[in-house]
């Protein structure tokens, strides 16, 4: 199982970036895949999350309305399209994947067994 994030910069405030997470070596269309971002000195934080099958959504409340998730099954990439970016969005993107989630848990860390490596996102004033 390979998870793979990419896309990552820099970027003014305001300015736009679109991460992507390549999947490999699972079914993924069966995996719920989320992003998940840590910041120098704060605990990691759920971003959003995709559901296999129904595609529903969740947001974490700092993104709500500026990110949008989207899964590609037939390239096995899920992408993270964010908009009007800010300075406190700069962290560490991940990608994780997991299946037979929970509605309540989907922007929990702990919930996900796979995971990418990072992709570094900053954000300038």
């Known amino acids: 199982v390979q998870l793979q994030a990419s896309g990552g910069g820099l970027v003014q405030a305001g300015g736009s970036l679109r991460l992507s997470c390549a999947a490999s070596?699972?079914?993924?269309?069966?995996?719920?895949v989320a992003w998940f971002r840590q910041a120098p000195g704060k605990e990691r934080e759920g971003v959003s999350s995709?559901?296999?099958?129904?595609?529903?959504?969740v947001y974490g409340n700092s993104v709500k309305g500026r990110f949008t998730i989207s899964r590609d099954n037939a390239k096995d990439t899920v992408y993270l399209q964010m908009n009007s970016l800010k300075p406190e969005d700069t962290a560490v993107y991940y990608c994780?994947?997991?299946?037979?989630?929970?509605?309540?848990?989907?922007?929990?860390?702990?919930?996900?067994?796979?995971w990418g490596q990072g992709t570094l996102v900053t954000v300038s004033s």
């Open positions: 994780a994947a997991s299946k037979n989630l929970i509605y309540s848990s989907l922007l929990r860390d702990l919930s996900y067994v796979h």
């Open positions: 070596g699972f079914r993924f269309r069966d995996y719920t």
């Open positions: 995709i559901r296999s099958g129904s595609g529903i959504t």
